[in-house]
T-cell receptor, first 111, second 111 residues
């Protein structure tokens, strides 16, 4: 059974650019959540999608957005990148709510 | 996010010893209490979780103890092994809502 797949694994972007990260959940999982992990702030919740609808949203600026497709795959987008956006972005999927399985993350570096 | 307070920040244990990590929370709506284990370069992996209707759950060398009145739960790792060296996170959540991660505990098990 394939796990949660995140692409790309590593990404380097310049300030002001935008970036799109992708997450393919475990087959049959309809809930996808995104978290940002940094040494200073730890793991912070970005948003959660269930059946293509955003169900929860964390306290991040509007530059951070996401969506979920009918096959449960999800993307998150960050526009106008700032140096402080450098982080490990983690995607997690579950059947419905808890018991999340995390991917290995996308390491984003903004220079 | 001060809703969840995890301690200690770091822990060094000898092989064969007992590792104990604590988590205190404020939100009484939480009804799911998991512990996650994270190795460098990987996403967090669900280790063990408990619901509030039981006070203790054991899976192999890992045990969760839950004290609802004190709003605390802890992870006990018996017979700690060098392979247990990782960062551990408590991440309580409420049904249908996001997980709230603690700051993490870096565990080192010396051989």
């Amino acid at each position: 059974k394939a796990g949660v797949t995140q692409t790309p694994r590593y990404l380097i972007k310049t300030r002001g650019q935008q970036v799109t990260l992708s997450c393919s959940p475990i087959s049959g999982h309809r809930s996808v959540s995104w978290y940002q992990q940094t040494p200073g702030q730890g793991l912070q919740f970005l948003f959660e999608y269930f059946s293509e609808t955003q169900r929860n949203k964390g306290n991040f600026p509007g530059r951070f957005s996401g969506r979920q497709f009918s096959n449960s795959r999800s993307e998150m987008n960050v526009s106008t990148l700032e140096l402080g956006d450098s982080a490990l972005y983690l995607c997690a999927s579950s059947v419905q709510g808890h018991g999340y399985t995390f991917g290995s993350g996308t390491r984003l570096t903004v220079v | 996010q001060q809703q969840v307070k995890q301690s200690p920040q770091s822990l060094i244990v000898q092989k064969g010893g007992i590792s104990i990590i604590n988590c205190a929370y404020e939100n009484t709506a939480f009804d799911y209490f998991p512990w996650y284990q994270q190795f460098p370069g990987k996403g967090p992996a669900l280790l063990i979780a408990i619901r509030p209707d039981v006070s203790e759950k054991k899976e192999g060398r890992f045990t969760i103890s839950f004290n609802k009145s004190a709003k605390q739960f802890s992870l006990h790792i018996m017979d700690s092994q060098p392979g247990d060296s990782a960062t551990y996170f408590c991440a309580p959540g409420a049904s249908g809502s996001r997980l709230t991660f603690g700051e993490g505990t870096q565990l080192t098990v010396n051989p």
